[in-house]
């Protein structure tokens, strides 16, 4: 199983990034996958930020991101998107994309997103 973050960079406050997760190694469309992205900003402990199932039927976002984010996924290209609008300095962060699979933990290496004027 591999997960591969990418898309993070710097951006001003009120600015849009895009965030894409590519998996591989599990059959990505399986009913049981659900595909999360976490953050841990210096100092503080990796929370959640989003969490999508299989369908992306059912989606479930943190108080602080609600309004501003979308979680997403693309089953044929087996990858998962975080839209991040309205960007926040307190949203900076290393972002993670991460997936339980067959009693795994498993995370994406991260992408450093940081709001900065």
């Known amino acids: 199983v591999q997960l591969l973050d990418s898309g993070g960079g710097l951006v001003q406050p009120g600015g849009s990034l895009r965030l894409s997760c590519a998996a591989s190694g599990f059959t990505f469309s399986n009913s049981n996958y659900v595909m999360s992205w976490y953050r841990q900003a210096p100092g503080k402990e990796r929370e959640m930020v989003a969490i999508?199932?299989?369908?992306?039927?059912?989606?479930q976002y943190a108080d602080s991101v609600k309004g501003r984010f979308t979680i997403s996924r693309d089953n044929a290209k087996n990858t998962v998107y975080l839209q991040m609008n309205s960007l926040k300095p307190e949203d900076a962060a290393v972002y993670y994309c991460?997936?339980?699979?067959?009693?795994?933990?498993?995370w994406g290496q991260g992408t450093q997103v940081t709001v900065s004027s």
């Open positions: 999508i199932d299989t369908s992306g039927s059912s989606i």
């Open positions: 991460y997936a339980y699979i067959h009693f795994n933990n498993y």
